[in-house]
């Protein structure tokens, strides 16, 4: 069956990196945009990426643009996001999930940005 | 960007009855001739969100058919026909039409 599995999570102090990674089986992962989603302690959904099957397009919400980097590794099934200059409000459960309407989704991460 | 927004922010409706959850979006998020970019999900405390409709009024698979999307435009609506127990949770419309791809801001239901 399809699984999304992410890690990489943790407590990162204001200003430092993290990289989050999403292992993907049970279906053509190649074929499939795929987005990162965050959703901070008690608040909504938020879209914060995606990435096109062959890297080809990608996009980012303006809250992480030049500080996150969205790529895909399809020999691997996984996608991953690279964060960087990390703030406190980037504080929050980050899910990997197919793209568009989104009926694939991840567990979620949980990063921590604080001193 | 496009702006989503859902009424009302939070809703109590008796066991059996109607839940009626609107989503208003910016601007329309007509594709083509006759599908919309707008999807639903129902997330559950300490779960990931489950996709629930998708093109605005198609149901996604194992879904019941309770659960129903309409709407048009820029106006969108969920339907649950006969609220169940386990339909207590956040709803939240999407857009897919624009990047970025916007969510409202959910709607919390509960039983009355």
């Known amino acids: 069956q399809v699984q999304l599995v992410e890690s990489g999570g943790g407590l990162v102090k204001p200003g430092g990196s993290l990289r989050l990674s999403c292992a993907a089986s049970?279906?053509?992962?190649?074929?499939?945009?795929m987005s990162w989603i965050r959703q901070a302690p008690g608040k909504g959904l938020e879209w914060i990426s995606y990435i096109s099957g062959k890297s080809i397009y990608t996009n980012y919400a303006d809250s992480v643009k030049g500080r996150f980097t969205i790529s895909r590794d399809n020999s691997k099934t996984s996608l991953y996001l690279q964060m960087n200059d990390l703030r406190v409000d980037d504080t929050a459960v980050y899910y990997c999930?197919?793209?568009?309407?989104?009926?694939?989704w991840g567990q979620g991460t949980l990063v921590i940005v604080s001193s | 960007d496009i702006v989503m927004t859902q009424s009302p922010d939070s809703l109590a409706v008796s066991l059996g009855e109607r839940a009626t959850i609107n989503c208003k979006s910016t601007q329309s998020l007509l594709y083509n001739s006759n599908n919309y970019h707008l999807a639903w999900y129902q997330q559950k405390p300490g779960q990931p969100p489950k996709l629930l409709i998708y093109?605005?009024?198609t149901r996604e698979s194992g879904v019941p058919d309770r659960f129903s999307g309409s709407g048009s435009g820029t106006d969108f609506t969920l339907t649950i026909s006969s609220l169940q127990a386990e339909d207590v949770a956040v709803y939240y419309c999407q857009q897919y039409y624009n990047s970025p791809h916007t969510f409202g801001q959910g709607t919390k239901l509960e039983i009355k």
């Open positions: 049970g279906f053509s992962f190649s074929d499939y945009y």
């Open positions: 999930a197919t793209a568009g309407a989104s009926d694939f």
């Open positions: 093109w605005a009024s």
